[in-house]
């Protein structure tokens, strides 16, 4: 595959029935921990508070951590109990949420553009909205979105007390009715303001857990952070709402896309694969873009024939595409970047 072909597929790509799923490889290219250094937090931070009846698991997925076992497989391995999770809850959403707070002001200063800003204007609008699907507590997609004009669906109505509620949170996007030829006469529709559906399954920081059930709200308030930490318990918690309702969401999307695009993600969600992974096997085209392709990728990549795989060339600048069938090797450019994708081949 030479470049300008590379350069037509992925323009070719955004189109008709697209669903955008972005995983943690997107927020630490703009400043977000990743789950290294999430690791390394925890173990500083909770250690010292562990009680006595959690201590031996908490040994156990300490010394895991330190043998190099990634976090999510090490919480599967030995879940947390119901104390210790939320001291994880807690300490994740620390280390993470301040670094968020970091970019946002950043980005309010000017001196950073975020890379979904820039993506934003070549993805095709609808009425239904831009469908995105992140396995991302944080908000940068959210604020991304807003510094491009366009609104944010994120399935609860209001910001300082949200509720979820999925079928208002829809109608907060309507400008009104406008005329349109529908079977061949001219009849009133309902006009959607350009937005992003933004589905979350793991949950979010500005979810809460409220006395008659989970809110939103901008600010932090004293109440438990609905996210779910990687482990056994992220499948337990993901069947209640809001979970379920977002995850539910986004498998429908999934379902009936025609398209993907996944940016930083390394398949190692079964919530989302459940879906995603056999309308890849099955030949749905899709493009990966990420820093590094993770073990589960390069397999994937290996048995399904319309994925693309565009990643970083170790220790040199440089692009690797992989395919089904081939790889490509493209020195001195960044196309894995996303930032740099969009200058490259989306950008007159």
Not at 24 to 47: C, D, F, N, Y
Not at 109 to 138: A, C, E, Q
Not at 327 to 338: K, Q, R, Y
Request: with cysteine; charged share 20%; net charge neutral.
């Amino acid at each position: 595959m030479d470049l300008a072909v590379l350069k037509k597929r992925v323009q070719s790509h955004l189109t008709d029935g697209l669903v955008t799923i972005v995983g943690s490889g997107l927020s630490v290219a703009e400043g977000i921990p990743g789950m290294g250094k999430l690791a390394t937090h925890l173990i500083a931070s909770v250690t010292p508070r562990v009680t006595v009846s959690s201590r031996a698991t908490w040994d156990k997925i300490v010394d895991g951590l330190n043998a190099g076992v990634d976090l999510e497989s090490i919480l599967l391995a030995h879940p947390p109990d119901s104390s210790l999770e939320s001291m994880i809850v807690a300490e994740t959403t620390t280390l993470l949420g301040s670094a968020e707070a970091v970019v946002f002001e950043r980005v309010f200063s000017g001196s950073l553009s975020l890379r979904f800003s820039k993506l934003l204007p070549h993805l095709l609008k609808s009425s239904s909205g831009i469908p995105v699907i992140t396995t991302n507590y944080d908000r940068l997609l959210e604020l991304a979105a807003e510094f491009c004009g366009l609104g944010v669906d994120t399935l609860f109505i209001g910001h300082r007390a949200g509720k979820l509620d999925v079928a208002k949170s829809r109608f907060n996007h309507c400008r009104g009715f406008v005329e349109r030829k529908v079977d061949g006469r001219r009849r009133p529709t309902l006009d959607f303001a350009p937005h992003v559906r933004v589905l979350k399954p793991h949950g979010s920081f500005d979810w809460y857990q409220g006395p008659h059930g989970p809110i939103a709200c901008a600010f932090s308030i004293n109440h438990p952070r609905m996210i779910i930490t990687p482990g056994l318990n992220k499948y337990r918690g993901g069947y209640d709402p809001p979970f379920d309702t977002h995850r539910e969401a986004a498998n429908r999307e999934i379902d009936r896309a025609s398209r993907y695009l996944i940016i930083g993600y390394g398949f190692n969600d079964e919530h989302l694969q459940t879906h995603l992974e056999p309308r890849l096997v099955e030949g749905k085209p899709a493009i990966l873009i990420t820093h590094s392709l993770s073990p589960k990728a390069i397999a994937l990549v290996k048995k399904s024939p319309g994925l693309l795989a565009i990643s970083s060339t170790p220790g040199a600048v440089g692009t690797i595409v992989t395919t089904f069938s081939d790889e490509s090797t493209f020195p001195g450019i960044e196309l894995w970047d996303v930032g740099s994708l969009v200058d490259e081949a989306l950008t007159p």
